[in-house]
């Protein structure tokens, strides 16, 4: 079955940084385009990023700069590297895969950014 | 960036009554859009790609219907577990946007 459980959120202040990680079962993540897309409390669904499955990378505007995605092939895993965090991060994020729609999706991790 | 805005922003539908939503693109996507279901603290659910194909394991109540600038998801015969926020998604051009969402509460 296919899986994909997200974790490293958490709090943190603005202008730091948080590593966000997403382990996947079931398939192999450089097989697939794999995305992060967030979700700010009591709000609607926002893509943040994309990785192709030939490598290439793409960013929302609002994250352009400040966020990097990237996937450890041994482990299976995508990454998500968050700096110059601003309380407007604030969200729930959540890995999916798909280049077109997203019919797999983990649970989500939290994170606030706040002093 | 292409906009999707969906419409009505809720709707109150009275259990076994049917719900229309309505979801328009700023500019043609041809049938490239998903609708997503989403309950509280879950994760998105996939109901709908290209517009009008359900995905795995859908109910044939939700179906989907539309090309170009115009979309429309339409769920026969409400049961208590379709009250949810209903999301639509391009996924003709990078970046992928979604609607702001369109919540079906029970009348």
């Known amino acids: 079955d296919v899986q994909l459980v997200e974790s490293g959120g958490g709090l943190v202040q603005p202008g730091g940084s948080l590593r966000l990680s997403c382990v996947a079962s079931g398939f192999t993540v450089s097989s697939y385009y794999m995305n992060w897309v967030r979700q700010a409390p009591g709000k609607g669904l926002e893509w943040v990023s994309v990785?192709?499955?030939?490598?290439?990378?793409d960013y929302a505007d609002s994250v352009k700069g400040r966020f990097t995605i990237s996937r450890d092939n041994s482990k299976n895993t995508l990454y998500l590297q968050m700096n110059g965090l601003r309380p407007e991060d604030t969200a729930v994020y959540f890995c999916a895969r798909g280049k077109r729609e997203s019919e797999y999706w983990g649970q989500g991790t939290l994170v606030t950014v706040s002093s | 960036e292409i906009v999707m805005t969906q419409s009505p922003a809720t709707l109150s539908v009275s259990p076994g009554e049917r719900a229309t939503l309505s979801c328009r693109a700023s500019?043609?996507?041809?049938?490239?859009l998903a609708w997503y279901q989403q309950k509280s603290g879950q994760a998105p659910r996939l109901l709908i790609y290209g517009a009008s194909t359900r995905a795995t394991g859908i109910p044939a109540r939700f179906s989907g219907s539309g090309s170009g600038t115009e979309f429309t998801l339409t769920i026969s015969s409400l049961q208590s577990e379709d009250f949810a926020v209903y999301y639509c998604q391009q996924y003709n051009n990078w970046p992928r946007t979604f609607g702001q969402g369109t919540k079906v509460e029970i009348k």
């Open positions: 990785i192709y499955s030939g490598g290439s990378l």
């Open positions: 500019q043609s996507i041809s049938s490239n």
